[in-house]
């Protein structure tokens, strides 16, 4: 007997009675190599496809790299807590209204304001959901994907304005450009509501023109896919997470391999080694009883009576009650023609190797730990625990923090904001507002009231 426990689409842990191992299932083992292959390769700028008269551009070498990502990610036990992290470390105190100035010492700096205006403006489409959709799109996939809905202010001859943001799962989205045109640019997005499943005969797409920002009213609704850049990738992000993608499916598979062997392992401790003739006596015993009790003898009999045995043997080997206790045999010997032999029970003790195997699934999970930490960029200061599992000091915690926001929030926050601050400037261009997240900056305890010390705080 086995069981097949599946841990990813084309993948999964068989566990029996004798070992467990993971498996990958490819359509021709001889094709494995090409298959890793295939599926990591980062060349798909000329994967191209056609879609009635548009010509899309696949996101991923088999277009479905923010399913394969999502999917990595979620079924791994760090990762989901280490990108929630650091959305909570962009987020901070929330999004806020801000002027960037020069203080008197010539330094840039955020002036942060109220505008009861663009505030009114902002609340009536609930933006705060909208970012942090985006803050989370940000730090699986480093992209962000809006859709620009213009009112009805043209219809009645007034200027017209970006009534809402949108914000749109970059699993259903596509840059595509008309098959037409001699451009390499994507020009715009195709939703379909699944891109995995018969997406090049797909009839339920919806196509929308990009955003222009150079004229934001040219089209009544257009997409915006606001991204970081990746170097020589010509249409899409490719995220950190990319490069530590097996790394996750190593972390990911230790558990279950650890589960499945604490389920189904052969772990015995001893080995009992039972003399032949102790049994034919025992049946020969047995079948004279049947005969003096006009019984029928079978062997179904003998092998009740052979199972209750062992099991005054297992009782006595086994179970805290029975610590301290021995088990007594008498050992006869034999003479047959030269040789001599022994009969008699034997118990030997097993050694386990249980501890080298689960230390080394262990090493190999830590490993694994420390890789994704590296790929998605955290330092295990602000993720909440160093590599010994135990909470870092407050100083590498305050300076890992004061280095992430001098260093590591900019350009993330700018991706983020970025089409909803497009929107502000498209319906207030004589402003100079923006959104950004505010942080409170970090200090030590020493150097902080007592009332405002965080044990005083909580």
């Given at each position: ?10 993948g999964?842990?068989?566990t029996?009675?004798?070992a467990?191992?993971?498996?990958e ?20 700028t ?7 008269q ?16 999502r ?11 280490i990108?929630?992290k ?11 209204l ?10 840039l ?9 663009i ?14 959709k985006?803050c989370v799109?940000?730090?699986y ?23 809402k943001l ?18 390499k640019d ?17 009839t ?11 004229d ?23 995220p950190?997470?990319?490069g ?26 001893y ?5 032949q ?6 049946e ?18 003998f ?22 206790k021995?088990?007594h ?11 001599i ?16 195997m ?9 490993e ?35 280095n ?23 319906n ?16 030590r ?14």
């Open positions: 007997m086995f069981e097949v426990e599946m841990f990813r689409e084309n999964g842990l068989v029996t009675s004798e467990s191992f993971t498996f299932a490819v359509e021709n083992p001889r094709e494995l190599d090409s298959k890793r292959t295939e599926g990591t390769s980062l060349d798909w000329n994967q191209d496809y056609q879609l009635q548009y010509t899309v551009f696949p996101y991923g070498s088999t277009d479905d790299l923010p399913k394969t990502i999917d990595v990610v979620q079924e791994n036990y760090i990762a989901p807590g990108l929630k650091k959305t909570q470390l962009l987020w901070g105190k929330g999004p806020k801000y002027i960037e100035d020069f203080d008197e010492k010539g330094d700096v955020k002036k942060w304001t109220k505008d009861p205006v505030t009114k403006w902002l609340e009536s489409w609930d933006y705060e959901k909208y970012l942090m985006a799109d940000f730090h996939i480093e992209c962000v994907g809006t859709m620009f809905y213009q009112d009805r202010s043209a219809r009645i001859g007034k200027a017209p304005k970006i009534a949108e914000h749109r799962n970059p699993n259903n989205h596509r840059l595509a450009k008309l098959s037409s045109d001699q451009g994507a020009t715009h997005c195709i939703y379909t509501p699944d891109f995995n499943r018969h997406y090049q005969s797909s339920e797409h919806v196509v929308y023109p990009l955003f222009d920002y150079n934001p009213f040219k089209h009544k609704n257009a997409y915006y896919y606001s991204n970081m850049y990746s170097f020589c990738s010509d249409y899409y992000a490719v950190d997470l990319y530590s993608l097996e790394w996750l499916r190593r972390s990911s598979a230790v558990p279950l391999i650890l589960k499945a062997f604490i389920k189904n392992g052969i772990t015995p401790k080995h009992v080694i039972s003399p003739k102790h049994w034919e006596n025992l020969r015993e047995l079948q004279e009883k049947c005969r003096n009790e006009n019984k029928k003898f079978t062997n179904d009999l092998v009740a009576e052979k199972t209750n045995y062992l099991r005054k043997v297992t009782k006595t080997l086994s179970g805290l009650e029975n610590t301290g021995f088990w045999t008498v050992e006869h010997i034999v003479v047959e023609n030269n040789d032999l022994t009969q008699g029970w034997q118990i030997k003790e097993i050694p386990s190797n249980i501890k080298e689960v230390s080394a699934n262990l090493e190999i999970s830590k694994a730990n420390r890789s994704v930490a590296a790929g998605v960029g955290m330092h295990p200061a602000l993720g909440g625990a160093g590599e010994s599992g135990k909470s870092d000091s407050g100083s590498e915690q305050l300076y890992a923090l004061k992430y926001l001098i260093t590591g929030i900019d350009i993330p926050e700018m991706i983020v904001t970025k089409a909803l601050n497009y929107a502000i400037k498209a207030w261009p004589e402003k100079e507002v923006k959104v950004g997240f505010y942080h409170i900056a970090p200090q305890e020493e150097d902080t009231t007592s009332s405002d010390r965080v044990k005083n705080k909580v």
